[in-house]
């Protein structure tokens, strides 16, 4: 079958240390300390074999994720861009859909409770958590001490078939009624997910009439603005340079936008919120450097109190934060990572249903021999807000 590969060399930086999860020369949870050189190729791989717990996927759709471009992105010297759990070489490619055509003897429908059904359209979470460690056992999946990923540290989506545990598998069905292409917009779970646990699970959600604001639009950044928007949010703000992706923010469900290149960011929250300010602030640029200066004046400018910053984009960079704003204006900083456990995948698959449509996200359609191509592309580009990827 057709795959797109990464590899890359395991080279750790002269003063970086193993943790007591890496394993030497192939796994580590800092893949930007370590992997360098990185090379993506069009490869031909076997067909996975199944295990008794496992479905078989051919793959319809998968989207491009920044993390798969920053996997081959590197800095002056060469290092991968991405910061967290990687092990290569690995097929990349995570956001996807596809139709179980075979099945492992134990591999259980959720929906059903009974076995896999071949020809069940699917989506599936990345993370593939062990259910056993104690993070799991305190309901926190995404913070799994055994955690791999699918297109990270375990083959990936950007191929012809997948073979994944049936315990991350979650039903298309219900989209049938509403979309044509359930596979295109079924792809989009996985990122809309990952906003919505960001949002609703991580930071708290929003009482209906409450304000938000959204730092970076891209495909994290948009989802969330339309999961706020469907929660009852009453001004959703996203700060945004690029004019394309501004625009599809406001097609999103964005009631403005803010330029921080060429505005003045805090005086047009205090505008737009008529000083009240936000409950909900997130940082899905990825430069918390950058933009936690205009997020904490933000907060100690306006009225609003109890405010929550979450912080859902990768970023090495540390995040400089005056206690004294926070402990006075009773606001809060969380991090976000993944989007398992907490209903998070079935709330997102109803709310599409129910007519929450994510498809213009989507701003181009590719093949599977073009995406190393793209994602040099993305490195530039910011112009695009997701690719998606047809796989015949």
């Known amino acids: 079958m057709k795959a797109i590969e990464l590899k890359a060399r395991w080279d750790p930086k002269p003063n970086y240390s193993l943790g007591s999860k890496d394993i030497e020369g192939k796994l580590t949870y800092l893949g930007s300390q370590v992997w360098r050189g990185p090379e993506v190729n069009l490869v031909e791989r076997n067909i996975p074999k199944l295990k008794s717990n496992e479905v078989l996927i051919k793959v319809k759709r998968c989207g491009i994720c920044g993390s798969d471009v920053h996997m081959l992105q590197t800095d002056d010297n060469g290092y991968i861009y991405y910061p967290g759990l990687t092990a290569f070489p690995a097929i990349l490619g995570h956001e996807f859909a596809g139709e179980i055509v075979d099945t492992g003897k134990n591999a259980i429908n ?26 799991c056992c305190d309901g926190f999946p995404n913070h799994c001490e055994r955690l791999q990923e699918i297109g990270f540290s375990i083959d990936g989506a950007y191929a012809e078939y997948i073979a994944v545990p049936a315990k991350l598998c979650w039903s298309l069905r219900k989209l049938k009624k509403k979309y044509d292409d359930i596979y295109k917009v079924g792809s989009l779970v996985e990122p809309t997910s990952v906003a919505y646990n960001a949002v609703i699970e991580r930071g708290g959600g929003i009482k209906p009439g409450q304000n938000v604001v959204i730092l970076g639009a891209g495909p994290i950044g948009i989802a969330a603005a339309k999961i706020l928007k469907s929660a009852g949010a009453a001004i959703c703000i996203v700060s945004e340079p690029e004019p394309n992706r501004a625009s599809l923010a406001k097609t999103m469900g964005a009631d403005y936008i803010i330029n921080p290149q060429k505005e003045n960011f805090v005086e047009k929250v205090k505008d737009y919120t008529d000083n009240e300010g936000a409950a909900l602030y997130l940082e899905a640029t990825g430069l918390p450097h950058i933009v936690s200066d205009d997020i904490q004046n933000a907060i100690w400018q306006c009225k609003s109190v109890n405010s929550t910053v979450v912080i859902v984009a990768r970023a090495e960079q540390r995040m400089p934060v005056i206690g004294e704003y926070f402990q006075v204006k009773r606001a809060n900083i969380t991090g976000a990572q993944g989007h398992s456990g907490h209903g998070t995948f079935p709330n997102v698959i109803n709310m599409m249903a129910s007519g929450m449509d994510m498809n213009p996200l ?31």
């Open 362 to 392: 989507i701003t181009k359609e590719i093949v599977i021999e073009e995406v190393p191509q793209y994602l040099e592309i993305l490195q530039k580009d910011r112009e695009n807000c997701k690719i998606s990827v047809k796989i015949k």
């Open 110 to 135: 959720k929906r059903t409770n009974q076995p896999f059904e071949k020809g069940e359209p699917v989506t599936v979470e990345e993370m593939i958590w062990c259910g056993e460690c104690r993070p």
